[in-house]
């Protein structure tokens, strides 16, 4: 096994390690155990500066329901969790930092980040989630100016700052609807904007919307899409909302949460010669081996025939990197695969 720093060459410093893993969100994470249960070393790199992806930087409050073994889990716990779970393989981490540069071939690979580190690994796994991620902007005159002011926000990371706020959310996927019934009792309104009747939920959770809008706890503000924010000094006073024959109406409002989803950008990752399909990286479903051979790709940046864009997906497809990339590793060495619970957690 090779994790650990081994040289410092001037301000570089330099890292000998089996598998270099880029992105430290959840999948990423569970790479990290995986690996360290096949007694492979690592090393986590992400352009944040903090590891958990967007489940951290994003929505540490938001719960989700289909971890296995977990009703529901906050996103943060459950990044919490995760790092108890590599705890035991001391695996180092590169914050703040992104991959410039990929040179190399399958057994000898060589990444270099903007702050000059080096990676040196027989083997890469591209955990990126969705690359570089920001919001898609509504657009909207005077968006920058509530944006500033928090008037407009994008992302929830506590709840209790919504406290007792007239809250707009725009929107009809998971996360509108999740912030919806997650607000209940904390904000003092909710009011919810889609174009459509029918939300893009989970079955599950459009049922629990439609009883929380039957005992008044919501309020769906249907067929409509933003039209326009009013305030002064970058204060929200109302969001300005048309239905399709162009009426409008004025939602009073504090914040506006706007929720249609995050762009995507792959960055330096779109440079490294690997097959792409639509700003995704195309994989072999069997191995998450990506064209180019000795890279992997897992979680929502890695796509294949059947994918779906789960956690829980992303765990197994860090399984299945880990178990393929082993051979790289220890070419004259079998593995025989055990269950955890018989061989316990390599020291």
Not at 294 to 315: E, H, N, R, S, T
């Amino acid at each position: 096994m090779r994790s650990a720093r081994a040289t410092l060459i001037g301000m570089t410093d330099i890292f000998d390690t089996d598998v270099a893993i880029v992105g430290a969100g959840p999948v990423g994470l569970f790479a990290a155990f995986e690996c360290g249960m096949l007694k492979l070393g690592c090393v986590l790199i992400d352009a944040l500066d903090e590891v958990g992806g967007q489940c951290t930087a994003l929505y540490p409050e938001k719960p989700i329901y289909d971890i296995p073994a977990h009703p529901a889990i906050e996103a943060g716990a459950l990044i919490s969790q995760l790092e108890t779970q590599i705890a035991p393989f001391a695996v180092p981490r590169l914050l703040g930092r992104r991959v410039e540069r990929l040179a190399g071939t399958r057994g000898a690979f060589t990444l270099t980040t903007d702050r000059g580190d080096v990676v040196r690994a027989r083997a890469v796994v591209v955990a990126a989630g969705a690359g570089a991620f920001g919001p898609n902007r509504p657009p909207l005159d005077g968006l920058a100016a509530f944006e500033a002011s928090g008037g407009v926000q994008y992302y929830v990371r506590r709840r209790e700052d919504l406290r007792g706020k007239r809250v707009v959310i725009a929107g009809g996927g998971d996360s509108a609807v999740d912030w919806a019934l997650a607000l209940r009792g904390i904000a003092a309104s909710i009011q919810l904007v889609h174009r459509r009747a029918k939300f893009r939920a989970a079955p599950e959770t459009a049922a629990q919307l439609e009883s929380a809008a039957a005992r008044g706890e919501v309020d769906l503000i249907v067929p409509y899409q933003l039209h326009g924010l009013h305030g002064s000094d970058g204060r929200l006073e109302t969001v300005e909302v048309a239905d399709l024959d162009g009426s409008t109406r004025h939602l009073e409002a504090d914040v506006l949460l706007a929720f249609f989803g995050l762009s995507m950008d792959l960055g330096p990752i779109a440079t490294w010669g690997l097959d792409l399909e639509r700003h995704h990286v195309a994989v072999t479903a069997a191995t998450c081996e990506t064209s180019v051979p000795g890279i992997f790709a897992i979680g929502d940046v890695a796509v294949y025939p059947g994918k779906l864009k789960l956690i829980l997906q992303g765990f197994s497809e860090a399984a299945m990197a880990a178990h393929a990339i082993h051979p790289i590793v220890h070419p004259d060495t079998a593995l025989h695969f055990e269950y955890s619970t018989s061989k316990g957690v390599p020291a």
